[in-house]
């Protein structure tokens, strides 16, 4: 699957999205079959270089959070869509 992002971060996240399937399938393999199809579905750049250096328990932990994305981008992303409130009157 072809992966989106700045082309100079999609060349380096092809290469890291490489050797983390390749690691993740030789050390739990029962497990990487499980979520292979979920994993290898990412298409963000920025998710597989966010997450080079992280194990497939990691991975699992955000599959089992239903929160696959990249945690900055969530966190920027919801806190643009939420609505400002008003500062407490002081009396």
Do not use: Y
Request: glycine residues 4%; contains cysteine.
């Amino acid at each position: 699957m072809k992966l989106t992002g700045a082309p100079k971060l999609v060349v380096w996240a092809e290469k890291i999205r490489k050797d983390r399937l390749k690691v993740w399938e030789e050390t739990s393999p029962e497990i990487f079959k499980a979520v292979e199809a979920i994993v290898t579905g990412e298409t963000s750049a920025d998710w597989w270089i966010a997450h080079k250096d992280k194990g497939l328990e990691t991975v699992c932990k955000l599959l089992r959070s239903g929160n696959l994305q990249r945690p900055a981008a969530a966190v920027r992303k919801s806190s643009a869509q939420a609505p400002k409130k008003p500062a407490p009157k002081k009396e």
